[in-house]
Every structure is written in structure tokens, then in C-alpha cells.
């Protein structure tokens, strides 16, 4: 963790600190939430991004999650969010790639009355078939609010530190801002999201080092199946990367055109349990080989919350 991080994480707590209630504020009672899951899917193409490796073969996966969340509201105008979530992959075939990843994660937001404003805090931990392999320090700060009845805007700054075992030349830094903006037809049970967001990217070796422009665009519908709200979740989103340096395999800078299409499905079983159905094609488009692919994944998860 470089300094500025520490620096940025006492500023953090600080903030936690002096927005602490006074003799005479009334803080709510803290609220919690839980969830755990479990599900099968197959992946056309095992793959681990955060090295550039594609196996071109398929496998199957037991997925296991649980999440974890606690929230209080400090005042009328200040809350405090912390969660924590876990996920395990399990392949039949592909074990040396079996994921385990932890994440904590806490969040302060402030309403100033037409603009809102907070600070989310990230930390999280991967392992590959039991063995250390990412580590990432995400810190970003946000304003959100709505614009008119119907539609609501938000912006952020991101700022990342992330580390990755036994191939040091991968440890980078990201700065990232942020757009949104959601457009809601009929409230929470339909709306639009489109999303910018621009990276840049600084890893320890130069060839590493790029810039991408992001988009996204989702739709979210809401419907009633046996007198519960179902959810159709349909998402698209683009990512063109624009290497900085020559990559020695192919003697030029590398570029990648990612396009991500996905949807979702979510169907209430009983107030407290769901099935989740879910299907994505990837096309991943590069001068680099190695990046060149296609992938497909469906699954399916059932959910317990409380």
C-alpha cells in the first residue's frame, strides 16, 4: 500500500470520526442484510483476465457467495454502510484456477439537500486454487442527485492500487472517473442506465500501461409473477483499450475492443429465497492473439436473504 493510500485512508477515517453523532443527535438503529448462494454455470472459454490467459476450452463450476452488509444512519443526513462479500469457484476440470475472493467494502454518505455526496472504500483479496494472487485497494469519492423527476445522475473519482502475486511487472495504479446517468420510466420497476467511464492505467512495465474509454448501457424491468416483482436485467457494455507501448510479441502497441452482452433474469421463489438465470457472450477483439477470444457463460444460482 503506497502512501498515498494510507494518506487517503486516514483522511477516510477521519471523516468517519468528526461525522460521528454528538450528545445530542439521534442515530438510527443499525439496520443488517444477508444474503448466500449457490449455482452451476458453464464457461465456454476458462479464463483468467488480470494476466491475459484464455484457455479456448470449456468447463463447468459449482459457484458458492455469501454477502453481508450493516448500515446506520448517523443523523438525518449522514449514513454509514459496511459489507462484506465471498465468492467461490469450484471447476470440475480447470482446478488450478478454482477462485476465491473476499471483499470489504465501506461506504459514508452525506445528503446536502439537491446533491448527494460519499466516499466507498474497497479492499479485496483473490486466490487461485488456494494461492495468493490479486490483492486490490479501490477509494473512490462520488456526487449524485436528481435532475428532474424522471432522471438522475452520478460521478466519481476512482483511484486504485492493485498488486498481483509472483508477476510483479502486473502491480499497477488507475485513476478512473465516472459518469451515469439513469432515466426511470416507471420509478424502480423500469429504468435505463448509461454509463461512461475513462482508465488510465500505470503498471510497473511500461507495455502494460493503457488508457480506455468504457460504455455501458442497461435496462432494468420489474414484473409481477404470482403476485412477486420478478427483475429482467439486459446489459451491454464496450471497453477499448489503447496500449501505450509496443508489445514485444507482435512488435506494436496493443489494442483491444471488448463488447460484453449479458442478461439476467430473477424470478422470486418465496418472500425470502430466488432463482437467478443468467446468460453473456463475450467478444474480445486484439492484434494480440493471446487477447483474441470469444466466451460464453450461462448459469443459473439460487439465493437465500434475510
Known amino acids: 500500500m503506497t502512501a498515498s493510500l494510507r494518506l487517503a485512508l486516514a483522511a477516510l477515517a477521519s471523516v468517519c470520526v468528526s461525522l460521528a453523532p454528538d450528545a445530542t443527535a439521534s442515530p438510527g438503529a443499525a439496520e443488517y442484510s444477508a444474503e448466500v448462494g449457490i449455482g452451476t454455470e458453464y464457461d465456454s472459454n476458462v479464463s483468467v483476465e488480470e494476466v491475459d490467459r484464455a484457455s479456448n476450452q470449456g468447463d463447468y463450476a459449482l459457484n458458492l457467495d455469501l454477502g453481508m452488509e450493516v448500515s446506520r444512519a448517523l443523523s438525518d443526513k449522514v449514513e454509514i454502510a459496511a459489507t462484506y462479500d465471498l465468492s467461490q469457484t469450484h471447476y470440475r476440470e480447470f482446478g488450478e484456477v478454482d477462485r476465491q475472493t473476499h471483499i470489504l467494502g465501506t461506504d459514508v454518505a452525506v445528503d446536502v439537500g439537491a446533491v448527494d455526496s460519499g466516499v466507498s472504500l474497497f479492499y479485496i483479496n483473490s486466490r487461485l486454487n488456494g494461492s495468493q494472487f490479486l490483492e486490490l485497494y479501490r477509494l473512490s469519492p462520488y456526487l449524485s442527485g436528481f435532475l428532474s423527476r424522471h432522471w438522475f445522475a452520478r460521478g466519481a473519482y476512482v483511484y486504485a492500487e492493485k498488486s498481483i502475486a509472483d508477476r510483479p511487472e502486473r502491480d499497477a495504479t488507475t485513476h478512473s472517473g465516472e459518469a451515469d446517468l439513469y432515466y426511470f420510466r416507471r420509478g424502480l420497476r423500469s429504468y435505463f442506465n448509461v454509463g461512461y467511464r475513462f ?24 414484473f409481477d409473477v404470482a403476485s412477486r416483482l420478478a427483475k429482467l436485467e439486459l446489459a451491454w457494455r464496450y471497453e477499448d483499450r489503447d496500449y501505450r507501448s509496443a508489445t514485444p510479441a507482435i512488435g506494436q502497441k496493443r489494442r483491444d475492443e471488448r463488447h460484453r452482452w449479458r442478461a439476467d433474469l430473477e424470478v422470486p421463489l418465496t418472500l425470502k429465497t430466488a432463482v437467478q438465470l443468467y446468460y453473456s457472450y463475450g467478444n474480445y477483439d486484439s492484434n494480440y492473439p493471446v487477447t483474441d477470444y470469444t466466451q460464453h457463460l450461462v448459469g443459473t444460482r439460487l439465493v437465500y436473504l434475510w
Open 199 to 222: 482508465k488510465d492505467e500505470s503498471a510497473r512495465t511500461d507495455r502494460l500501461d493503457y488508457r480506455a474509454n468504457s460504455l455501458k448501457v442497461r435496462y432494468i424491468h420489474r
